[in-house]
């Protein structure tokens, strides 16, 4: 497959120039910039530009608001409730973390659930603003639904991912970044690109036979949740889902389970939404509030040492720590550049045309 | 497979009587009493009266202490860590969790790790201590390793349960408890009873081969993480067990991975431990911290009634609610008493010989 590469300070500042130019704030503009190359560096290629055009769709259509006012609509002393006024969630679950941080300095934790926001971007830029203050941060959020419950044949809950960042001492950072469907829709599309079949328990077709055709999802199928089916706990993957549409919707007073509305600008919402827009939940522990931060981390740096050490199953293939492959392919793609496919790199340049603001690659 | 039927109300009284003679002071065995029985009620076979036996044995070699005086070591205003001074999970967690919601009380949320302490029985238990109180509650703990990381051929983990409680309005609260294995202890204990063969992906033999004989356990094989295999994302499973892994033991200063202690009194800890007993960790978030609790009820109540109406695969399958199970077992098994198994009921009536105090079934 051919690529495009580009370089990433490069293309953080372009995409930084098309959300001023659709309607943000400068520091917003570069928050949602950020969050997104930030996907892109560490692999996630589904969650960075390639999205840019959807939102702008879901902009134009007065779904995404490019000039939010974020408001605190309840508050206890480490807790919070933010009306996100239609922000996308780039911007107002930073915007949440910084609250739920400022909590957790005076009270040793803080927790912030947000409602009437839109798609949250990697759950990790969010959960990882906490290390550098020495907490252990978390943040989750619901998603249009994909997703059949364990038992069931009918989309119901979204990938729903769950995000903990943990930090470490000469190690670096454990940060567990996971969709609670057995496979992720990115890892759909790299096979559907590729034109490779996938593992059954995946994947069903709309009335919920196996399939391990990727574009089945397009004809209406269904992801699985993690554990695939129930011989391997697939009702455990489908409650941790659960918890994560229950946090973010159900909590905060945004939709949740078939109300949430969809990503992308052609379909419209379902009439008769029991909440406002979509909702995530972020928070921070204080490692001192527990600990001594320094026999944490040193701790920390044992746990990681020693996870690393296990016996392999192949020695070529060491165990992982969660975190691993995003902070290498981030290392990579700040030296190499940013590949994008070409179906990629062909909507970012209809996008440069239309806001004038040209794209070059191999900058 | 023949049954003995005994009373949960005679068991408990008779439960708590022996941990009383073994040394607890009354209210602790009182409690721990209703721990045991809850799992026993709720269908955990696994960790009801069944482990009495085992935390008898644990206590005659001190490693249980009966008479723990359990310290808050460490604090903020919602967080806490607790010197459980040896004492049994079933005693300490709930201590904790006392804590936790005094300080979400006050606060909004609270936390508590919790190291020095010993096995933590059902998570259940603790976490669900939080919905009287209109707050949703978590706890999750260690175990003494048998799951092998993904990738991996080594025992590193302990089955780290998940557990979150969250109330409803006019329907059952939703109680998620779960193993982070592909499958629980208990299950592979009663495949073995029955000399059934367990799926692929369960367990591994002591080399790492595949095997689907729930013996091989005993043989020094190793569980799975949910997911089961790369395929499927079992680092996903395995991220999960190290997030408790972590918050239960490095947060506190407990031991983690491999050196957490066994729960068996014939072996012996290893070595060089990095920390003090098994860890766990537990807390709670005041709904009406983030939204009024009849609006979340409300809501909540429909998020229970529109997933249980999910189309089901399987027309005589309807799509459950995590706690479904055991909160039905429990109405259940209150009206018909508590079916013990041969091997369960020998091992009581020889504690019972042990400590002169006679158990009867059928009462």
Known sequence: MSYSLI??????????AIFEKAGFLKPNADLAADVLIKADLRGIDSHGVARLGGYLRLIEKQRINPR??????RQTATTATLDADKAIGLISAPAAMKIAIEKAKEFGSGWVAIKNSNHFGIAAYHAM???EEDMIGFAV???SPLVTPALGAERMLGTNPICFAIPAGSEPAFVLDMATSAASNGKLEIAERTGKQIPEGWLTTATGNAS??????????MLLTLGSDMAHSSYKGYGLSAVVDIMSGVLSG????????PFVAFLNPVENQPGEGIGHF??????????????FKNSMDLWIQRFRQ???LNTEQPVQIPGDFEREEEMRRKQSGIPLVKSVYENLQSIALEFNLPLNAAQ
Chains 1, 2 share one sequence.
């Open 7 to 16: 370089d990433a300070e490069y293309l953080r500042l372009w995409t930084s």
């Open 68 to 73: 939010p006012e974020i408001k605190v609509v």
């Open 129 to 131: 603003m906490a290390l």
């Open 141 to 143: 959020t619901n998603a």
């Open 212 to 221: 391990q055709n990727p574009s089945e999802l397009k004809n209406g199928g």
């Open 254 to 261: 945004a939709n949740f389970g078939p109300w949430v509305p």
């Open 282 to 295: 972020v928070g921070a522990w204080r490692v001192d509030g527990f600990r001594d931060v320094a026999e």
């Open 310 to 312: 296990t016996k392999p």
